[in-house]
T-cell receptor, first 115, second 111 residues
């Protein structure tokens, strides 16, 4: 199992550009989520999905869109990048594990810089 | 307002000693609490979960306590090793698949 994969690892955008961060998991987990991590702050939930076709907003959803057409994939779209979106982005899927049904498995992250 | 606090200052300890990390929360009633380890440039990795009706959980050299009256969890690493150096995150599960993370505490174990 590859677990949770994310692409790209690094990305530099100019203000106003759009892009999609890719996330895929091969564990057949229903629940997937996107977080951003900024220095001195905890992981903050952007959007999450409890299954194909179902998404909902987290704590900091503005400027981001998501869709979930399959169980495996959960892309995150930046509509018009802003410097405030410079961050490290983590995708996670959640399923049965040592931590119970809510054990989260994280991808390696995408480091995004918006100039 | 709801808050999760972990020591923002790094914890420096000598190899072989016990490291104790603290997670305090306010205005939550968590169903469970998780601890994750995060190494530089990598995603968090799950370590331990403790439920609201449990006082203590152990796994090898790791021990977690959960005091819902004090609204606090303590995370202990006994016989610490330099390889334990990392950032440790606590996360509260409030039900409904949403997990709230603390900012983490950096641990440095010196040989």
């Amino acid at each position: 199992n590859a677990g949770v994969t994310q692409t790209p690892k690094f990305q530099v955008l100019k203000t106003g550009q759009s892009m999609t961060l890719q996330c895929a998991q091969d564990m057949n987990h229903e629940y997937m989520s996107w977080y951003r991590q900024d220095p001195g702050m905890g992981l903050r939930l952007i959007h999450y999905s409890v299954g194909a076709g179902i998404t909902d907003q987290g704590e900091v959803p503005n400027g981001y869109n998501v869709s979930r057409s399959t169980t495996e994939d959960f892309p995150l779209r930046l509509l018009s990048a802003a410097p405030s979106q410079t961050s490290v982005y983590f995708c996670a899927s959640s399923g049965p594990g040592q931590g119970g049904p809510d054990t989260q498995y994280f991808g390696p992250g995408t480091r995004l810089t918006v100039l | 307002s709801q808050k999760i606090e972990q020591n923002s200052e790094a914890l420096n300890i000598q190899e072989g000693k016990t490291a104790t990390l603290t997670c305090n929360y306010t205005n939550y009633s968590p169903a469970y609490l998780q601890w994750y380890r995060q190494d530089p440039g990598r995603g968090p990795v799950f370590l331990l979960l403790i439920r609201e009706n449990e006082k203590e959980k152990r796994k090898e050299r790791l021990k977690v306590t959960f005091d819902t009256t004090l609204k606090q969890s303590l995370f202990h690493i006994t016989a610490s090793q330099p390889a334990d150096s990392a950032t440790y995150l606590c996360a509260l599960g409030t039900g409904g698949f949403k997990t709230i993370f603390g900012a983490g505490t950096r641990l440095f174990v010196k040989a």
